[in-house]
């Protein structure tokens, strides 16, 4: 007993002492980026007001951004007489929490969440897979003409939309996936080129000797795909996942393309037919709070994951 007892203490200092020493590792590399930011390219200090400027710079340019968000939340928030008044009011003078509730009751608000969940959900999976293995194949393996074809597939990226919306529709059609979620998801199975072209960027980084030595060692392709590669590559891969998420759950045109049954049509489509419905009475407080509602979860996606976002953009863009 007295043996378990030492044993279990000795675990947990031991446990105590490693994140003591991670924390101070943290502390130490933040010192050193603070001081970093703070010299310029031939490593002089910057003068002190340099900083400040900076800041309140990007605090007004923040506020300019955020200005938007802050004034469709107060108007979602207000009566119809209160939205009348001129001057507007800053605040609300009497909080109408009630909007949301009857911008939800107007519209089948659950049935096109769900159906943009599903969308979005599908489109970010594929989205990550696919683009990572055509990713892999342009950047960790050798094979001949592998730049001629990766230009070519950069160069679909100055495709406009407009090319391929009617062979697109037709295909979809005479398949009678029209009024399905499929011409939606489905694409996203073969990879996007910019997709493609963020993640080729990343996994050139990774040092090729490491990915022969696993060849070495008889590890298969597949294998080093997924337990080499793809925990390296988490950052970029979450960039990825943020950027199909927000193009999928945004996506206008191609709802009102595909999607004329209500029963499947997604919120971009529903704040768009709840416009018009009342195209005559628009009640922009309900509006504001529906729009609200709809990019909230877009908002709690970003700022959960925006140190991934971030490392996953800038690290691809430098070596």
């Given at each position: 007993?007295?043996?378990?007892?030492?044993?279990?203490?000795?675990?947990?200092?031991?446990?105590?002492?490693?994140?003591?020493?991670?924390?101070?590792?943290?502390?130490?590399?933040?010192?050193?980026?603070?001081?970093?930011?703070?010299?310029?390219?031939?490593?002089?200090?910057?003068?002190?007001?340099?900083?400040?400027?900076?800041?309140?710079?990007?605090?007004?340019?923040?506020?300019?951004?955020?200005?938007?968000?802050?004034?469709?939340?107060?108007?979602?928030?207000?009566?119809?007489?209160?939205?009348?008044?001129?001057?507007?009011?800053?605040?609300?003078?009497?909080?109408?929490?009630?909007?949301?509730?009857?911008?939800?009751?107007?519209?089948?608000?659950?049935?096109?969440?769900?159906?943009?969940?599903?969308?979005?959900?599908?489109?970010?999976?594929?989205?990550?897979?696919?683009?990572?293995?055509?990713?892999?194949?342009?950047?960790?393996?050798?094979?001949?003409?592998?730049?001629?074809?990766?230009?070519?597939?950069?160069?679909?990226?100055?495709?406009?939309?407009?090319?391929?919306?009617i062979p697109m529709f037709d295909m979809w059609a005479r398949l009678g996936a029209?009024?399905?979620?499929?011409?939606?998801?489905?694409?996203?199975?073969?990879?996007?080129?910019?997709?493609?072209?963020?993640?080729?960027?990343?996994?050139?980084?990774?040092?090729?000797?490491?990915?022969?030595?696993?060849?070495?060692?008889?590890?298969?392709?597949?294998?080093?795909?997924?337990?080499?590669?793809?925990?390296?590559?988490?950052?970029?891969?979450?960039?990825?996942?943020?950027?199909?998420?927000?193009?999928?759950?945004?996506?206008?045109?191609?709802?009102?393309?595909?999607?004329?049954?209500?029963?499947?049509?997604?919120?971009?489509?529903?704040?768009?037919?709840?416009?018009?419905?009342?195209?005559?009475?628009?009640?922009?407080?309900?509006?504001?709070?529906?729009?609200?509602?709809?990019?909230?979860?877009?908002?709690?996606?970003?700022?959960?994951?925006?140190?991934?976002?971030?490392?996953?953009?800038?690290?691809?863009?430098?070596?």
């Amino acid at each position: 007993m007295t043996t378990s007892l030492t044993e279990h203490d000795s675990s947990a200092a031991s446990s105590t002492a490693k994140n003591s020493s991670h924390l101070a590792e943290r502390r130490r590399q933040r010192a050193e980026d603070a001081d970093q930011n703070n010299r310029r390219a031939d490593g002089t200090l910057r003068p002190w007001y340099s900083t400040l400027i900076a800041r309140i710079v990007m605090i007004a340019l923040s506020a300019l951004f955020l200005l938007p968000m802050y004034w469709m939340i107060a108007s979602s928030l207000k009566s119809n007489e209160e939205l009348a008044k001129f001057p507007p009011t800053l605040l609300p003078q009497s909080w109408e929490f009630g909007n949301y509730v009857k911008a939800i009751t107007a519209m089948p608000f659950l049935q096109f969440f769900a159906n943009s969940a599903i969308i979005t959900v599908s489109v970010v999976v594929l989205s990550v897979v696919a683009n990572f293995i055509v990713a892999y194949g342009f950047s960790c393996i050798e094979w001949p003409g592998r730049d001629k074809v990766f230009l070519v597939v950069i160069g679909t990226l100055f495709l406009p939309f407009p090319v391929t919306l009617i062979p697109m529709f037709d295909m979809w059609a005479r398949l009678g996936a029209v009024n399905t979620l499929f011409p939606l998801i489905i694409p996203a199975m073969f990879g996007s080129a910019f997709f493609v072209f963020l993640l080729r960027q990343f996994l050139l980084q990774i040092p090729r000797d490491m990915l022969n030595a696993a060849r070495v060692d008889g590890a298969s392709e597949w294998t080093i795909l997924w337990k080499l590669v793809f925990p390296t590559a988490r950052p970029a891969l979450t960039t990825v996942a943020i950027f199909a998420a927000v193009g999928a759950w945004n996506d206008f045109m191609g709802p009102l393309i595909y999607l004329q049954d209500q029963r499947v049509q997604t919120l971009s489509i529903g704040l768009q037919t709840f416009r018009s419905v009342n195209a005559q009475d628009v009640s922009f407080n309900q509006l504001m709070a529906a729009s609200f509602l709809v990019i909230l979860p877009l908002l709690v996606l970003f700022f959960i994951f925006q140190r991934y976002f971030i490392r996953g953009i800038t690290i691809g863009g430098f070596k």
